[in-house]
Nanobody, 121 residues
Framework: QVQLVESGGGLVQAGGSLRLSCAASGSTFSFYAIGWYRQVPGKQRELLAAISHSGTTTYADSMKGRFTISRDNAKNTVYLQMNSLKPEDTAIYYC???????????????WGQGTQVTVSS
């Protein structure tokens, strides 16, 4: 079992940056890969980036170069650094605990409550 809490969202102007945090509770956090997703109303949740338990990262092609995922197992936290934000990045951002093999991320049913990111033009 793992519980996840996202934070760090907010309102930012286009071109700005935000760093989202996904804090986990539970002794098994370091065994999980973590994925960051986002969702806008009327659309499916979209996987942005994932990081394995050992730190291997994978990104959606559209996120490469702007978003960076990292983790600090000592703090039970995964981060998503988002740079050069665009209005189309506006969404609710969620983290998920799952498993990964190579570039493939398999989510499990462990989700945070989400954090809103709004990018103004």
């Amino acid at each position: 079992q793992v519980q996840l809490v996202e934070s760090g969202g907010g309102l930012v102007q286009a071109g700005g940056s935000l760093r989202l945090s996904c804090a986990a509770s539970g002794s098994t956090f370091s065994f999980y890969a973590i994925g960051w997703y986002r969702q806008v109303p009327g659309k499916q949740r979209e996987l942005l980036a994932a990081i394995s338990h050992s730190g291997t990262t994978t990104y959606a092609d559209s996120m490469k170069g702007r978003f960076t995922i990292s983790r600090d197992n000592a703090k039970n936290t995964v981060y998503l650094q988002m740079n050069s934000l665009k209005p189309e990045d506006t969404a609710i951002y969620y983290c998920n605990a799952g498993f990964s093999r190579g570039n493939y991320y398999s989510p499990r049913d462990y989700w945070g409550q989400g954090t809103q990111v709004t990018v103004s033009s």
